[in-house]
T-cell receptor, first 111, second 113 residues
Framework: DQQVKQNSPSLSVQEGRISILNCDYTNSMFDYFLWYKKYPAEGPTFLISISSIKDKNEDGRFTVFLNKSAKHLSLHIVPSQPGDSAVYFCAASDSWGKLQFGAGTQVVVTP | DARVTQTPRDKVTEMGQEVTMRCQPILGHNTVFWYRQTMMQGLELLAYFRNRAPLDDSGMPKDRFSAEMPDATLATLKIQPSEPRDSAVYFC???????????FGPGTRLTVL
């Protein structure tokens, strides 16, 4: 039972443009959401998070938006850079601190 | 630069052999998680410790997998006997417990022939 879904397995974007990654969840008990970035042969690296009491969190080029009524969150990267090419995982946390991960979206930033 | 370390980084073994993977969480972190990443299942949680006590290992095949924290600086994941279907990348992550953010190690790539 996949409670966190990333329906786009891949995304190609031109350098300098905006990357928008989407994530949907089904469990209304999730109260904290995170995005991780993963390069090949490395562990996932924490990128940005948002609490369920907020609808937006920004950190430099990265902004996460949360729409609780739609059970949807998105990650915006602007401007996209070649170093952003990686797999991005959406994750949601329950009250026990356990994370459920989406399947990931492969982002390729082209020159 | 605090980070989670894992050993070995790569392990190739034959079916039936025992495999032990080790993890050193970030100093001061009191939660430790073991995940397995496969192409088919993505990142799945195997076990979860808080203050060295196992809280949830429902994601782990009980008959062959075991996870322990002998002390606060070491977590182990053992597979005995190993099977080809155990081939995957195993990640350890730790957290401070004050937030839900987890910090991942580089992973152990396990290949069981």
């Amino acid at each position: 039972d996949q409670q966190v879904k990333q329906n786009s397995p891949s995304l190609s974007v031109q350098e300098g443009r905006i990357s928008i990654l989407n994530c949907d969840y089904t469990n209304s008990m999730f109260d904290y959401f995170l995005w991780y970035k993963k390069y090949p042969a490395e562990g996932p690296t924490f990128l940005i998070s948002i609490s369920s009491i907020k609808d937006k969190n920004e950190d430099g080029r990265f902004t996460v938006f949360l729409n609780k009524s739609a059970k949807h969150l998105s990650l915006h990267i602007v401007p996209s850079q070649p170093g952003d090419s990686a797999v991005y995982f959406c994750a949601a946390s329950d009250s026990w601190g356990k994370l459920q991960f989406g399947a990931g979206t492969q982002v390729v930033v082209t020159p | 630069d605090a980070r989670v370390t894992q050993t070995p980084r790569d392990k190739v073994t034959e079916m039936g052999q025992e495999v032990t993977m080790r993890c050193q969480p970030i100093l001061g972190h009191n939660t430790v998680f073991w995940y397995r990443q496969t192409m088919m299942q993505g990142l799945e949680l195997l076990a979860y410790f808080r203050n060295r006590a196992p809280l949830d290992d429902s994601g782990m095949p009980k008959d062959r997998f075991s996870a322990e924290m002998p002390d606060a600086t070491l977590a182990t994941l053992k597979i005995q006997p190993s099977e080809p279907r155990d081939s995957a990348v195993y990640f350890c992550a730790s957290g401070s417990g004050s937030t839900d953010t987890q910090y991942f190690g580089p992973g152990t790539r396990l290949t069981v022939l």
